[in-house]
């Protein structure tokens, strides 16, 4: 592989599904403030994801030399009846969260934006995966026992699929790795449609 490939974000769960896959990367998160824009919330995670990626791209920019680069930013949102939900302010925003999530289904989306750094020039890629999730009933107690976890005060929606939360889910409709936070599935093939490995 010819790129070195920088993950623009501090989320264990990317990382985490980068070096499932196989992926040799750098970590440098993206530390300024996000702004949305778009009410779209496929618009919104891709115009996130870029501001992350942009960040990055333009810190490295004088540094690279002649290297080949891949900086790679994502965001991801739940979304219930067209609210955005990112991760909750405290206890009660997530207790409220939950409690609107409560035996339905919800997207979650994530945008994907990949800066190809080469030759001194720039190319932007932006893309996004939807995925819907069903979950079941939860009682107020099950509700307040799963915030006492502390689990759900930093995952978008107020759960995460992969840890404790994954006893509420009932079923999902399409990509599971994007509930965690990265498409890797769709990532790796945008990218082999440009030309790109990222393996």
Do not use: C, W
């Amino acid at each position: 592989m010819g790129y070195r490939l920088i993950l623009a974000s501090a989320s264990p769960r990317r990382r985490e599904l980068l070096e499932q896959i196989g992926a040799t990367f750098q970590v440098m998160p993206a530390k300024g403030e996000e702004v949305i824009t778009k009410e779209q919330p496929e618009q919104a995670v891709m115009e996130l994801s870029r501001q992350k990626a942009e960040e990055i791209a333009e810190k490295i920019a004088d540094g690279i030399a002649d290297e080949d680069v891949l900086v790679l930013g994502a965001d991801t949102v739940v979304v219930y009846e067209g609210k955005i939900l990112g991760k909750p302010k405290d206890e009660s925003d997530a207790r409220a969260m939950l409690s609107m999530l409560n035996g339905r289904t919800h997207s979650v989306f994530t945008g994907v934006t990949v800066i190809v750094m080469k030759n001194g020039n720039s190319q932007i890629h932006s893309f996004y995966e939807e995925t819907e999730v069903s979950m079941y009933p939860m009682t107020d107690a099950q509700i307040s026992y799963y915030i006492q976890t502390g689990e759900p005060m930093d995952k978008a929606g107020a759960y995460g699929i992969q840890g404790k939360g994954a006893v509420f889910i009932e079923k999902i409709h399409g990509d599971y790795n994007n509930v965690v936070g990265l498409p890797v599935a769709k990532i790796f093939y945008k990218m082999l449609e440009s030309g790109i490995e990222i393996l």
